[in-house]
């Protein structure tokens, strides 16, 4: 393995398990997802040998290049959609990933239990919320997320697990991680996906039980 990402994701895990300490937790409740887009395959074999098992990966049609053979190889690899999702992608979102951060609205919920449903598969689910209320950014606004995640419950069937955010770049993260970790406990669910590369740390703060970081471990190649 190179030197550079193994001693790049060692710091990594090293910063959030000194971040789980100093907020009081378990470092062991926190969990990295090493953010692979664009992040070439050569350094993600060197990731799975160093002994990293989480991956996370913006969009569909790009995972699905990489990641079935991987998975084949090593069964215990774990693949999370940490993007926007399509309808029209839902079939091979459930069928790769094992987790799915970006629930976000009716029709992705629907096509979701549908595919579920059908496949018997068993992808665990994460409604992503746009705490900043940004017109551009896929989420639900935090007014109507205890509504949507009631009607994914009630209507569709769907076991919602937690909680994604992605806050506004100019705007000061932890009042974002706190929104939506009082949203989570409101509702009672269990995973906060929240942090990135540049403030991981502050998420682990208020309770952030997944990590997506990227260009931390891989260099401006990753996102995150």
């Given at each position: 393995?190179?030197?550079?990402v193994?001693?790049?994701?060692?710091?990594?895990?090293?910063?959030?398990?000194?971040?789980?300490?100093?907020?009081?937790?378990?470092?062991?409740?926190?969990?990295?997802?090493?953010v692979?887009?664009?992040?070439?395959?050569?350094?993600?074999?060197?990731?799975?040998?160093?002994?990293?098992?989480?991956?996370?990966?913006?969009r569909?049609?790009?995972?699905k290049?990489?990641?079935p053979?991987?998975?084949?190889?090593?069964?215990?690899?774990?693949?999370?959609?940490?993007?926007?999702?399509?309808?029209?992608?839902?079939?091979?979102?459930?069928?790769?990933?094992?987790?799915?951060?970006?629930?976000?609205r009716?029709?992705?919920a629907?096509?979701?239990a549908?595919?579920?449903?059908?496949?018997?598969?068993?992808?665990?689910?994460?409604?992503?919320?746009?705490?900043?209320?940004?017109p551009?950014?896929?989420?639900?606004?935090?007014?109507?997320?205890d509504?949507?995640?009631r009607?994914?419950r009630?209507?569709?069937?769907?076991?919602?697990e937690?909680?994604m955010?992605?806050?506004p770049?100019?705007?000061?993260?932890?009042?974002h991680?706190?929104?939506?970790?009082?949203?989570?406990?409101?509702?009672?669910?269990?995973?906060?996906?929240?942090?990135?590369?540049?403030?991981?740390?502050?998420?682990?703060?208020?309770?952030a039980?997944?990590?997506?970081?990227?260009?931390?471990?891989?260099?401006?190649?990753?996102?995150?």
């Amino acid at each position: 393995m190179s030197e550079t990402v193994s001693s790049s994701l060692h710091a990594v895990e090293r910063d959030i398990a000194d971040a789980a300490k100093r907020a009081g937790r378990d470092p062991a409740s926190v969990k990295l997802i090493a953010v692979t887009k664009t992040v070439p395959e050569r350094a993600i074999k060197e990731t799975i040998t160093f002994g990293q098992r989480r991956f996370g990966e913006n969009r569909v049609q790009e995972a699905k290049a990489t990641w079935p053979a991987l998975k084949e190889r090593h069964p215990d690899l774990e693949l999370h959609l940490i993007g926007p999702l399509q309808s029209n992608k839902v079939r091979d979102a459930v069928q790769l990933f094992d987790v799915i951060h970006s629930v976000d609205r009716p029709k992705i919920a629907a096509a979701l239990a549908e595919e579920l449903a059908r496949s018997g598969k068993k992808s665990r689910l994460l409604v992503q919320v746009n705490t900043g209320e940004e017109p551009q950014k896929a989420g639900v606004v935090p007014g109507e997320t205890d509504g949507f995640v009631r009607r994914c419950r009630d209507d569709y069937g769907l076991a919602i697990e937690g909680l994604m955010c992605i806050p506004p770049l100019e705007e000061e993260p932890a009042l974002h991680f706190a929104l939506l970790a009082k949203i989570a406990a409101r509702l009672g669910l269990k995973e906060l996906s929240m942090g990135m590369s540049e403030d991981f740390e502050t998420a682990i703060a208020f309770g952030a039980t997944y990590v997506r970081v990227g260009s931390a471990i891989f260099g401006s190649r990753g996102q995150g």
